[in-house]
Structure formats: C-alpha cells, structure tokens
C-alpha cells in the first residue's frame, strides 16, 4: 500500500505537536473542589493591633480618628472628622519598642500631608502623641481617649 506524502508529513507534523505540548495537565475534579470549596484564610493582626480600633476623640477640640481596620500587614482603614470628613491618604499599625502605634496622614483642603504619630496606652484606654500642622511646620503633642 503507498501511502501519500502529505498524509505522511500531516501525521508526523501532529505527533510532534502533540509530544511538544507542555500545557499543564487538567486538574482533577478532587482538585477542583477543595480550590473552590475552601474559604481564603487572610491572616489575622495581632491583638494589639486589633485593639486600635473603634472611635477615638481629640477633646481638645473634638477631631475624630475612627480606626475601622488594621490587617496583619498593618494597613489601617480609618477616617477623620474635623466635623466634616478630611481625606486619609495612608494609615499604618505597628509594634515598636514593645508599644502598639499608628501613624495617620491626613491629605486634603488644609491639611496638606499633616500627621499623626500615636501610641496606644492599654491602661488608660488612650492614644497619645504627635500632631504635625504642616502648613506651620509646627508639632504639637496630642491625646484621644476612646470613644464608647
């Protein structure tokens, strides 16, 4: 039986295709399942981080940090009232020196990139620190007591 060259060619052009494929295997059903049916686990901040959150006045002239958030990677979701809403641009936990801290950066009319450097004080239920006016270039030393 002769057989056709370009059968030939066709043939062994796809057996080599098919040899050089170097795609992934399909999943497994098995494997499907467990991607799908398991819950993302994100980890979880410390609890000292934790306990940064809930809503912290100024009394000296009533400003609110409201700490919605923190990740573990220290990433905060928080806001600011001064009464009205000042635009948060970054907020940040952290562990130092044994100390719970947390820097806010306020951007907006007026507070153009001021700052606030926080320590939590567990016994008082308190946050204390610095306040940096950036329009005055001026620090001042401030404290929040929680809200409840």
């Known amino acids: 039986m002769k057989t056709n060259p370009l059968i030939a060619l ?3 052009s ?16 098995s494997d499907a399942a467990i991607a799908t049916n398991s819950p ?5 901040p ?3 981080l934790e306990k940064l959150k809930g809503r ?26 001064n009464p009205s809403p000042i ?16 820097f806010v950066e306020l951007r907006d009319v007026n507070y153009p990139g001021c700052t606030y450097k926080l320590a939590l004080d567990p016994k008082n239920d308190q946050l ?3 306040y940096y006016q950036a329009s005055m270039q001026q620090t001042y ?6 809200l409840k």
Not at 141 to 146: D, I, P, Q
């Open 56 to 81: 912290w006045e100024r009394p000296d002239g009533g400003y609110i940090l409201e700490i919605r958030s923190v990740d573990a990677a220290g990433m905060v979701d928080a806001g600011y009232l």
């Open 46 to 48: 410390s609890a000292e």
């Open 10 to 12: 066709i043939a062994g």
């Open 87 to 102: 635009h948060v641009s970054q907020a940040r936990a952290y562990r130092e020196a044994g100390e719970t801290k947390v």
């Open 14 to 29: 796809l057996v080599i295709f098919v040899a050089c494929d170097k795609s992934a295997p399909a999943p497994h059903a």
């Open 141 to 146: 030393e401030v404290t929040f007591a929680r």
């Open 128 to 130: 204390f620190g610095q």
């Open 40 to 44: 993302a686990t994100a980890p979880k």
